[in-house]
């Protein structure tokens, strides 16, 4: 399974970016999805999840209620809208392929990862 995030960039704090991770290999459609990100001297950390079909999602309470995760298994890719960055959402953000349809948020249960893409917002 290969996974391919994109649509990072820089914007201001209060901005929008839309991220996508186009995965392509073994059907993924099966699987549930995740988005981690990491800053730079910190761990990685869940940000979103979402089950196989879309029903069923979750997220990190730094991100409720500005971020949107969701996807569309015709396409082979999940987004992740953010809206109302803040210069701490500054970090590289990976898409990460589960090990089943549920939703997860363990780093450990996700079996495929992306490359990540870089996400800058400034104040």
């Known amino acids: 399974v290969q996974l391919q995030a994109s649509g990072g960039g820089l914007v201001q704090a209060g901005g929008s970016l839309r991220l996508s991770c186009v995965t392509s290999g073994r059907t993924v459609s099966i699987y549930g999805m995740g988005w981690f990100r990491q800053a730079p001297g910190k761990e990685r950390e869940f940000v979103a999840a979402i089950s196989w079909n879309g029903d069923n999602t979750d997220y990190a309470d730094f991100v409720k209620g500005r971020f949107t995760i969701s996807r569309d298994n015709a396409k082979n890719t999940v987004y992740l809208q953010m809206n109302s960055l803040k210069p701490e959402d500054t970090a590289v953000y990976y898409c990460?392929?589960?090990?089943?349809?549920?939703?997860?948020?363990?780093?450990?249960?996700?079996?495929?990862w992306g490359q990540g893409t870089q996400v800058t917002v400034s104040s």
């Open positions: 990460a392929a589960g090990r089943g349809p549920a939703v997860v948020v363990g780093i450990a249960e996700y079996g495929y």
